[in-house]
């Protein structure tokens, strides 16, 4: 049996406020196989980039980051920050939400794709990395990509830019790629022509994937396990079908049927679907489940921090519906 490629066991982080310590992930267990697929949802607020940016060392220096473990590829204390910047750019790279903030206007697309690959190949000629980079551009979908590598990311829409971030990730040969919401500000057509270039280039690369997102949906193109996250914590985790057929936890049901009733309340001119209610401050996070008060099925065992039902084949989920009374 292989080792995880990424193992992380009670992650917390905490950010001091004036109201107090913000508890932003508490409890939070990751393990990722080499080559898996694996998204992590919930809505905003939920925690899921600062799990993300936790693992690339890119969070803010007041960050309280704590960990039982955190082991990368037999790597250990990879959440340090020294750890982190090693691995970052390297080992993990990361497609970010928006790429106009993740490209620097100054500098021609090709100038990108020559500087990310540096680390990685220290004594490469240039003209070399400028080769790997054009070829790249034209793997993910650029056309006339020894064109466009002299062109500068105010000349490229979205969806180009996009695929140029792509490329600068897949250039360093990660074994793990972090894609936080990664169509988020595109159209339709776009969109799935992204998700169609990174399930092609996921097996092609053998890289494991972890795709953060408010949307079964891209979760369900994407990835074979998905984590429900709320509040900062692991709420479900299991294979996308089985979540996708039969979710446990109520928040997992409710943030389904919010991508799913829609369709029939448009044409029956209903309500739209919502969970009612917010994100607990995490300055003020109740003392028992963080669900509790959004929750159709609260009862008196709400007021204890629920157990995980461990339920096998990497199902599982924190709710007293699943625990005999």
């Known amino acids: 049996m292989t080792s995880p490629l990424l193992s992380i066991r009670n992650l917390n982080v905490a950010y001091p406020t004036r109201g107090g310590i913000a508890r ?96 990685k190949f220290p004594k490469a000629r240039r003209a070399e990395l400028w080769a790997r980079g054009e070829r790249m551009l034209a793997r993910v979908g650029v056309s006339d990509a020894g064109q466009r590598m002299r062109r500068y990311p105010h000349e490229f829409s979205g969806g180009m830019r996009q695929r140029v971030v792509i490329a600068m990730a897949l250039l360093v040969k990660p074994k793990l790629l972090i894609a936080d919401e990664p169509t ?89 679907v919502t969970i009612p209610g917010t994100v607990p401050d995490p300055a003020n996070r109740p003392d028992g489940c963080v669900f509790a008060e959004r929750c159709p099925s609260r009862h008196d065992r709400c007021v204890v921090p629920p157990p995980f039902v461990s339920q096998g084949a990497g199902r599982g989920f924190s709710c007293w519906l699943g625990v005999s009374p």
């Open 24 to 119: 932003i992930l508490t409890g939070v267990d990751l393990a990722i196989e080499p080559g898996a697929s694996v998204g992590l949802v919930g809505e905003s607020g939920s925690g899921k980039s600062t799990l993300a940016l936790a693992l690339l060392g890119l969070l803010p220096g007041d960050a309280d980051i704590h960990a039982d473990s955190a082991v990368f590829d037999d790597f250990p204390d990879a959440l340090s920050p020294e750890n982190a910047r090693r691995l970052r750019g390297g080992d993990i790279a990361m497609v970010f939400q928006d790429p106009m903030t993740a490209l620097n206007p100054l500098f021609t697309i090709g100038t990108h794709l020559v500087d990310i690959q540096r680390r």
């Open 184 to 272: 988020t500000a595109l159209d339709a057509t776009i969109e799935a022509q992204v998700v169609d270039i990174l399930h092609d280039l996921r097996s092609e690369f053998s890289a494991a994937l972890l795709v953060v997102s408010h949307s079964f949906g891209l979760i369900a193109e994407l990835c074979d396990t998905v984590i429900v996250m709320y509040a900062g914590t692991i709420v479900e985790t299991g294979p996308v079908a089985d979540v996708l057929r039969d979710p446990r936890h109520p928040y997992a049901k409710a943030l389904l049927a919010c991508e799913i009733e829609p369709l029939s309340a448009i044409e029956s001119a209903e309500p739209l």
